[in-house]
Structures are given as structure tokens and as C-alpha cells.
């Protein structure tokens, strides 16, 4: 195995690994879905998973064009995750409000509908990339040639990311529940570099997005651990601490 095809296997590895981890976190979410932002959670949790799925899918079958159509389900799991995560930001009791809520949720659901119906309908009309003609069956990772709806789709993305890691940084500067805000900013700001830099540098191969987003995912369930733990009777927070 030569090093590019163990770094694919690595990060193909990490994104199912990811995926596992939607069980656990789904059934934390559920639990917690009427406090704060559980529902936003839920649905970032799910984008999350379909961007990791889909993503590491493409390893499973040779041919160029089963790669393609499992990267576009991938596309359409990015854009549901930069949702969420824009929805959890800003629904977070830590966080400060966002200026025109509802204008801002109206303008994001309209042009993420938009989006992903142009991504999953791209064969017909190839705004978004194309299948690189000189793509191998051998290459883990689709290999396309990028179009404009291609770039609006990463800036999209980075400004979904970048608002919510925003609105995490200002609640860390206010110092709001320092210890998660702080690890939401600075993982969501990762994630957004990751985005960027995969996206310019890497269009359509390998990308290290997905695995870091699921690293605010786990951050998410740690503290609704956290807080059950908290809730517990105080013989069995003893107990707790002793353990610890």
C-alpha cells in the first residue's frame, strides 16, 4: 500500500468511524430535543453523518460515475450539516441573538433547498463540476473538474460554518460557558479552514471536513453528558467524583 492509498484508507476509515458514533449521539439528542438547541442538534448530527457516509462510500465502488453520485449525497449532507450548525449556534442558550433571525433563517432555507437541488440534479446540467476525463478506477476519491456552482457551493458552506463559529467565539470572548463555547469556536473555526483549504486544494478528492465536523458533534454530546451528569442526585454525583 503506497502512501496516498493510506492516507484514503485513513480517512475513509475515520468518516465510517464517525457515522458509528451517529447512534449514541442520535439517542442523546432525542433525549435532550425539548431543551435549548436539541432539535438543531438532531438535524446537524444527521448532515454530519451523511456528509461522513457518503463521503467514505466513494472507496466502495471503482467507476468514476458511482464515485460522482455517492460525492453528490456527500454535497447534499454538507450543506445539511452547515445548516445545523448554523441553527445550533445560534439557538444556543450561550450564544449571544442573531441580528434579523428570521429573515436569516428564511434566506438560508431558500438558497440550501436551492443548492442541493442543483447538486443532486448536476448530471443533467454540470454547473456545479464535471467528472474529470483523465480520472483512474483506481483513485479512492472522485476527481472533478470544478464549475461555478462548485465555488458558490464552498462559500456557502464558509459562511454557514463561519457565522456559527462567530457566534461561539463572541460567547467565549463574553466568557459564556467558557469551556464549551471555546471548544465549539475553535473545532467550528478547524472545520472552516478544513473547508477552504480542501475544497481549493483537493476539488472533489480528499477532503479532512467531514471528520472535523464530527469532532463538534462529539464535543455536543460530551456536554449533554455533562449536563445529565450534573442533574443527577447527589449520592451519585459523589460517587461520580470519586471515580473521576
Same mark, same amino acid.
Given at each position: 500500500?503506497?502512501? %496516498? ?15 458509528? !458514533? ?9 433525549? *435532550?430535543?425539548? $431543551? ?54 445560534? !439557538? ?11 429573515? /436569516?433563517?428564511?434566506? @438560508? ?11 443532486? !440534479?448536476?448530471?443533467?446540467? %454540470?454547473? *456545479? ?13 472522485? @476527481? ?9 457551493? !464552498?462559500?456557502?458552506?464558509? %459562511? ?12 467565549? $470572548? $463574553?466568557?459564556?460557558?467558557?469551556? *464549551? ?8 473555526? %478547524?472545520?472552516?479552514?478544513? /473547508? ?22 462529539? /464535543? ?13 442526585? $447527589? ?10
Amino acid at each position: 500500500m503506497n502512501s %496516498a492509498q493510506l492516507i484514503s484508507a485513513t480517512l475513509a476509515t475515520g468518516a465510517v468511524l464517525v457515522v458509528l !458514533t451517529t447512534y449514541p449521539y442520535l439517542a442523546t439528542a432525542i433525549a *435532550y430535543r425539548d $431543551r435549548d438547541n436539541g432539535l438543531s442538534y438532531i438535524v446537524f448530527l444527521m448532515g454530519v453523518a451523511v456528509w461522513n457516509g457518503l463521503f467514505a462510500a466513494q472507496v466502495m465502488d471503482p467507476r468514476p460515475i458511482v464515485k460522482g453520485f455517492f460525492f453528490s449525497i456527500a454535497t447534499l449532507g454538507a450543506v445539511l450539516a452547515g445548516v445545523g450548525w448554523l441553527l445550533f449556534a445560534s !439557538t444556543a442558550s450561550s450564544t449571544p441573538s442573531l441580528p434579523y433571525r428570521e429573515t /436569516i433563517y428564511r434566506l @438560508v432555507a431558500l438558497l440550501a433547498g436551492l443548492e442541493i437541488a442543483l447538486a443532486i !440534479t448536476n448530471p443533467a446540467h %454540470a454547473l *456545479y463540476w464535471q467528472i474529470a476525463g483523465g480520472s483512474s478506477d483506481s483513485l479512492a476519491f472522485t @476527481v472533478i473538474d470544478p464549475n461555478v456552482g462548485y465555488w458558490i457551493h !464552498t462559500a456557502f458552506l464558509v %459562511a454557514l460554518f463561519g457565522a456559527g463559529t462567530v457566534l461561539f467565539g463572541l460567547a467565549w $470572548r $463574553r466568557g459564556t460557558d467558557v469551556r *464549551y463555547t471555546r471548544s465549539y469556536a475553535i473545532v467550528g473555526a %478547524a472545520t472552516t479552514a478544513a /473547508i477552504v483549504g480542501s475544497n481549493v486544494f483537493f476539488t472533489g478528492t480528499a477532503s479532512l471536513a467531514p471528520l472535523v465536523a464530527g469532532s463538534l458533534t462529539t /464535543i455536543g454530546w460530551v456536554q449533554a453528558q455533562q449536563k445529565r451528569y450534573l442533574q443527577l442526585p $447527589r449520592p451519585y454525583r459523589w460517587i461520580g467524583n470519586f471515580l473521576q
